[in-house]
């Protein structure tokens, strides 16, 4: 089965995974499940999130970093720790509030890039990056500064000399 994006404008698809999908680091199993999600956002890789429950190692308790995505919502994220005790920083994030746009994911577990040396989806094929026709400083700050934001709290009010019409004063 081929699963692919949207491709037209800013968007986020998300799609459940049909199978066994199983995540490993070398010969270790960080997950596996049959109930995997990927999500497609335009601009970014495609990423497999999986239950909670289906995932094999142990994780710490959140930890203090926090990001945000003015789509999905705030990420927060735990540290994988392998059978031999070492410790990977900040491997996996998650959304427990998700926005509306990313409910699909709520609670599921995305690996952060490297820390899986496979991702294994069976018969299902995981389209490409879908780039979609949205471009310009706004949406590039949108999809890349504002995940330097910790909260949606921490966003700056705005200035009435930084809108261009009197509707967002």
């Excluded at 995932?55 to 994220?77: H, I, M, N, W």
């Excluded at 996996?92 to 577990?109: C, F, K, N, Q, T």
């Excluded at 496979?118 to 299902?124: L, Y």
């Excluded at 949108?142 to 705005?158: F, K, N, Q, S, V």
Aim: proline share 10%.
């Amino acid at each position: 089965m081929n699963l692919h994006a949207p491709t037209d404008a800013y968007s986020i698809d998300i799609q459940p995974l049909p199978g066994q999908v199983v995540a490993r680091r070398g010969d270790i199993v960080l997950a596996a499940s049959t109930r995997a999600r990927v999500m497609y956002e335009t601009r970014l890789p495609p990423t497999v999130y999986f239950p909670p429950e289906d995932v094999r190692v142990e994780l710490s308790e959140p930890t203090e970093l926090q990001t945000f995505c003015p789509f999905k919502g705030t990420a927060s994220y735990r540290d994988v720790i392998l059978p031999d005790g070492a410790r990977l920083k900040n491997a996996v994030w998650s959304y427990e509030d998700a926005l509306p746009e990313a409910a699909g994911i709520r609670g599921h577990l995305g690996f952060m890039p490297g820390v899986c040396t496979n991702i294994d989806t069976g018969d299902a094929t995981i389209g490409g990056t879908t780039t979609g026709n949205i471009s310009g400083p706004l949406a590039d700050w949108l999809l890349a500064d504002a995940a330097r934001i910790g909260t949606p709290e921490d966003l700056p009010a705005p200035s009435p000399t930084s809108c261009a019409n009197r509707a967002c004063r």
